[in-house]
């Protein structure tokens, strides 16, 4: 079949598709306006409209007064520091300046629930164990749970760990800068290059300077993996840093999107979505959404986004959980990083880094129905002492959120860090 000439990758039926789906994008703009110029009380309205109309199409959720109750407060926490209160457990907040001059939060919890609480940023003697976000989150996503006993930082807490949690620049932890303000388009001009020479190496060195511990244990979700494949790969210094790298979902080099036209899209041009989306913050207007949509239908409208576009179905995870979770889902991210991913998938090649050359053990678990990994070629591009573990029947968000993270998940990340990190760790 014949190909347009400046569009070289494209069939001719993939065309059609592609301006459908470049005018689905630029909505994006006018609904920026609409985020910046409704009053409070406007947005208010359309909550209580959706509401109505949620229970009249769809009825109620069969939940308990008591469980409603208790997942609207998950939903409803406004950061970290409430959601990790709601089961008892104090945090600390933490600054850092990252060498190329953003200011990055780090949140810590440094002891068990109902442990004295130590002098904030004091050596508690534990193990450190830091844990890190994947693309378009923040540190919310993995206390934003309905069961503690899915929660796997309170598992760790429990189990003696000082645990740590990064936040990537631009975030909504980390929007400030020495240089520039979130205002400018110089502040997001960053990708991957960045979270993996500045944003972790810089995480790390104060983790370890504050704890006065030797090593950390490294646990990353999806793109936080892929941040510490990029940062070992290219500081050997790095590698002698971190006892063991978990990798959960891990990404590397993921497949194209499920999505015709929005595949065709990206192997066209990547930077076709500069054009779409500026080049700051991409999609803004997802914080827009969710103040005016009653939950349940935010849901909906989240999960119907996520089977569109990677085939996800999300039936590992439990409604509630969907309800108290989605408003901690999306964060802040550059449009550059989005692209950095597309650039990814295009050339089949996690670009630069070489990294065979990581020296950390690296133990992966990935859901064996996440349609983001293919785990055969990733382990070809690791070195040989990398031990994957599918977890059947699982997807990507389900190793943070299904319904079985108690049984599957985080009792092989506990038996991991047993076998690396040393309980009785010392000062340096």
Known sequence: MPRLPFLGRLFFRDYSALVIGALLIILEIPIRLITLCLPERVIQWFYSRSRLMFHRVAGHSGASAKDKKHIERIRAALDFEELCAIWGYEVEDHYLQTKDGYLLCLHRIPGKKGESRPTPGSYVGKPVVYLHHGLLMNSEVWVCLTDE??????????KGYDVWFGNNRGNKYSKKALYCNAHERKFWDYSIDEFCMHDIPNSIDYILETTQAPKLSYIGFSQGTAQAF?????????????????????????????????????KASPTLVFLFFGRKAILPSTVFWQSILYPPIFVKIIDACLTFLFNWRGENIPIPQKLAAYSHLYSYTSTKAVVHWFQIMRSGKFLIFPTKNISTPIVLLYGDNDTLIDIDTMLRELPSHTVAYPV???????????RDVGKLVIPRVLETLRMYANLKSTRK
């Open 149 to 158: 006993e899915r929660c796997l930082p309170f598992a760790l807490a429990e």
């Open 230 to 266: 990029a940062a070992l790969s290219i500081n050997p210094r790095l590698n002698q840093k971190v006892s063991v790298f978990v990798g959960l979902a891990p990404a590397m080099r993921p497949h194209g999107l499920s999505v015709r036209f929005v595949d065709a899209l990206m």
């Open 392 to 402: 059947p029947g699982h997807e990507h968000l389900d190793v943070l959120w299904g």
